[in-house]
């Protein structure tokens, strides 16, 4: 089976797959020590958010499969044990640990429900997931995958983050207190900074009210949302289009892919069509690589600052170097 640049977005997220249970191909990490390894975190959800409202502390909290998934086992050694992490995390966060090891012996069955319980809940799909939670534990960060950011600018990075909860207290607050258009406005300003995922799962009744209260973007409060709505059409387009492929063959793959590209070409539509571009250069990449590459660039182009867009560069180094 050969490489696919699809397989390289998954590795550079460098996250394990919890459906499949397959492992990245990385390089083995160091193991994890199970809960001796993280002295002081919680593994009692409703008690980490006690403890998270007695101290007036967000609550972060570690999806992970300590003894199988090497990214969990690299984000452990390079950031978790490192000192500053266990110095300067605990002073902004309430930590909990929700193990899914293959060696189940060290946990009781209590905890096991547990986290499959909030793995469903929260609609984890891979390990690691770093979730940053209120003290109700709503989340409002998350954090998929490790590929290799050092301690102090992980936690950099998780402080920072703790903006977001201000900005969407703020903002719901407010929200509280209007009607109309100016509740939608709000209420997009309040999710503006949280990502696509948990605002279609967690704040999923927030996204469908203000699309009831600004359906034509008129105060221009739903556009985002209608856009995250489009990709989960443009998804399904896609994997549709790719079960036929073996039977299509390349070429009518791509031809298909153009097309529906051809479908999205308006303002705010451009993250849309560069995920059915970069499916396009996925399909060309095993028999045409010159045309793969052109439909990359032709991908970053159309959003560079965009997740794909950021990655598309670290793809054509890999794959392609100095072609």
């Known amino acids: 089976m050969h490489v696919s640049l699809k397989w390289l977005v998954g590795a550079l997220a460098a996250c394990c797959l919890m459906v499949s249970g397959t492992l990245s191909a990385q390089e083995e990490a160091p193991a994890t020590e199970g809960h001796e390894g993280h002295e002081g975190w919680l593994i009692d959800f409703e008690e980490a958010k006690q403890t998270a409202e ?13 003894d199988w998934c090497p990214p969990c086992k ?35 069955e209590e905890e096991q429900a547990q986290y499959r319980r909030l793995a469903a809940e929260y609609q984890v799909r891979g390990v690691p997931t770093i979730l940053l939670c209120d003290t109700e534990g709503v989340p409002y960060a998350s954090m998929v995958g490790y590929g290799g950011t050092a301690a102090q600018a992980y936690v950099d ?3 920072e983050l703790t903006q977001v909860r201000v900005v969407r207290d703020e903002n719901f607050a407010a929200a509280d207190k209007a009607s109309g258009a100016e509740r939608a406005q709000l209420l997009a300003a309040g999710l503006a900074k949280i990502d696509d995922a948990l605002c279609m799962t967690i704040y999923k009744e927030k996204v469908d009210e203000i699309m009831s209260l600004d359906p034509q973007n008129e105060a221009g409060a739903s556009g985002r949302f209608v856009v995250m709505a489009k990709k989960k059409d443009v998804e399904a387009a896609i994997a549709a289009i790719r079960r036929d492929a073996q039977t299509a063959g390349p070429e009518a ?18 993250e849309l069509r560069q995920m059915i571009l970069f499916a396009k250069a996925d399909s060309l990449f095993a028999v045409d690589k010159e045309k793969s590459k052109a439909a990359l660039l032709e991908a970053q182009a159309v959003a560079p600052e965009s997740q794909i867009g950021r990655q598309i560069s670290t793809i054509l180094e890999r794959f392609f170097g100095n072609e």
């Open 253 to 270: 793959t791509v031809t298909k892919l153009d097309e529906l590209a051809g479908e999205y070409t308006a303002e705010g539509e451009e």
């Open 157 to 159: 990075n998780l402080k």
């Open 54 to 66: 007695n101290e007036n502390k967000d609550l972060l909290i570690e999806f992970t499969g300590s």
């Open 74 to 108: 690299q984000l452990y050694a390079n950031v978790i044990s490192n000192d500053i992490f266990k110095q300067q995390a605990p002073e902004h966060f309430t930590l909990l640990l929700l193990d899914n090891p293959r060696d189940k012996s060290h946990q009781s």
